[in-house]
């Protein structure tokens, strides 16, 4: 099991409930080490680490996460308010960076906890009345560490931040998805279509692909060599592959071919 790191914050409604679901269902201890007065646990293999600010501006976490991985619990928030829990990996694929991190900047990934994640999540459906499961593509920080990251959320109001059955079932499987992870997945990323991803989603749950993350229609224009070189330098295992949307690249679909051949990238379509 590779060493991991589960990120809470007192400022998020969601991330304290399921705080307090990983110290009811599972025998955290609190640390005896102090790291920059932020509260820590250990449970096996796993830290469990407390913030008091905002976790998508925290730009320290290599000082105080002596973990291989690092994984947020989050709350999600939306303008359609529709319940529904969300995963994805950290960057700011363009010349802005309005919720933490850097500019151009892409975080490591891990995309066969990704998938086993959202596959573990799937079985639980039907005890998650109304709740939609969907990938998000790449986005915010923080996206300065060196350690791969992913974002598990819960959204998209506060009847679902405070959500026990839901938070429940999400603790539970993504402490499975650590401790159980499957590999020997084929490994890509994807471009194009929308924000929330049916089709990507649907990719992990349904073929031997796993994603290090996606870059939306929204942002296809910044994509460059450099934020290539990131997204293959940057992920736990060997990326061959490029999942492209067919309807997402817009004008910008010669150019993006041209430059993944240059690299020598499988292109798949979906």
Request: with cysteine.
């Amino acid at each position: 099991m590779i060493k991991s790191a589960l990120i809470v914050s007192r400022k998020d409604q969601a991330s304290v409930n399921m705080l307090n679901i990983l110290l009811k269902n599972y025998n955290f201890h609190p640390s005896s080490e102090s790291r920059d007065k932020k509260t820590y646990y250990k449970y096996k293999n796993i830290e469990l680490i407390v913030l008091n600010e905002e976790m998508i501006y925290c730009n320290y976490l290599e000082k105080i996460c002596k973990s291989e991985r690092i994984i947020f619990l989050s709350k999600h928030q939306s303008k359609s308010g529709k319940p529904t829990l969300t995963a994805h990996f950290l960057g700011n694929p363009s010349n802005e960076a309005p919720y933490g991190g850097e500019k151009m900047q892409i975080a490591p990934t891990c995309p066969n906890l990704l998938k086993n994640y959202i596959i573990n999540l799937e079985k639980q459906k039907n005890d998650l009345v109304n709740y939609e499961i969907s990938l998000e593509a790449t986005h915010h920080g923080p996206t300065n560490i060196s350690k791969p990251c992913l974002f598990i959320e819960i959204g998209s109001q506060i009847k679902q931040w405070k959500d026990d059955n839901a938070a429940n079932i999400v603790v539970n499987t993504i402490m499975e998805s650590i401790e159980n992870e499957n590999d020997g997945n084929k490994i890509g990323f994807g471009l194009g279509g929308p924000h929330y991803s049916k089709k990507f989603t649907e990719l992990l749950l349904k073929s031997e692909y796993s994603i290090a993350g996606y870059i939306s229609r929204h942002y296809i224009k910044y994509f460059n060599q450099e934020l290539l070189f990131q997204i293959l330098n940057k992920c736990e295992q060997t990326v061959e592959y490029v999942i492209i949307d067919k309807k997402g690249l817009g004008k910008e679909k010669k150019r993006i071919i041209n430059l993944l051949k240059e690299n020598e990238l499988e292109i798949i379509t979906i």
